[in-house]
């Protein structure tokens, strides 16, 4: 079946480096999503991306999607104590363009 | 944020008891979903709904049910709850299937 993942699991830096997360899909998608969850919190939105090769920015977060529309990727640079989080991808089913599926997480951890 | 409001929050309930986990939304979406999630792990969708009178289950095997009656409400029922179902529940709800807004769950805990 349609598989999500991410990698790493887990990811812990010292505040100021830089983190990236990757997400691969068994499928191409039509879109890909990025959400964040705080401990103890929900996953928040945090942007979708589109058309092959797409990069977006929101501040120190670089969004990557991949030619091939099956990969895409999430880079922090300059890491503070506030990203501290679970990242998610994820992209619509293969059966249902309304179903998300949410790749593994990578849980990210920043000492200050 | 979307306004999606789950009650309880938190709950502990005994082994065997019924339980139903309500959600509503008030930005009249179509979309509904329910999604299970233990603490730090990934998110598994045990139900969805396109609209009224509409409901799936998901991709995670689940002895709950839903309804979907009214647009605003989509609530998750346990008829006999067992320690397995501990867990958080997530409802979230989407205008076009694409973006899902999330509430900010319930955290079931059967003793």
């Known amino acids: 079946g349609q598989q999500v993942m991410q990698i790493p699991q887990y990811q812990h830096v010292q505040e100021g480096e830089d983190f990236t997360t990757y997400c691969n899909s068994s499928?191409?998608?039509?879109?890909i999503q990025w959400y964040k969850q705080r401990p103890g919190g929900h996953p928040v939105f945090l942007i979708q991306l589109v058309k092959s090769g797409e990069v977006k920015k929101q501040k120190r977060l670089t969004f990557q999607f991949g030619e091939a529309k099956k990969n895409s990727s999430l880079h922090i640079t300059a890491t503070q104590t506030t990203d501290v989080g679970t990242y998610f991808c994820?992209?619509?089913?293969?059966?249902?363009?309304?179903?998300?599926?949410f790749g593994s997480g990578t849980r990210l951890l920043v000492r200050p | 944020e979307a306004d999606i409001y789950q009650t309880p929050r938190y709950l502990v309930i005994g082994t065997g008891k019924k339980i139903t986990l309500e959600c509503s939304q008030t930005m009249g979406h179509d979309k509904m979903y329910w999604y299970q999630q233990d603490p730090g792990m990934e998110l598994h969708l045990i139900h969805y709904?396109?609209?009224?009178?509409?409901?799936e289950k998901g991709d995670l095997s689940s002895e709950s049910t839903v309804s979907r009656i009214r647009t605003e409400h989509f609530p998750l029922t346990l008829e006999s709850a067992r320690p397995s179902h501990t867990s958080q529940y997530l409802c979230?709800?989407?205008?076009?299937?694409?973006?899902?807004?999330f509430g900010e769950g319930s955290w079931l805990t059967v003793v």
């Open positions: 979230a709800t989407s205008p076009s299937g694409n973006t899902i807004y």
């Open positions: 499928t191409t998608l039509s879109n």
């Open positions: 994820a992209g619509p089913g293969m059966d249902s363009s309304y179903k998300l599926i």
């Open positions: 709904s396109y609209g009224v009178n509409s409901t």
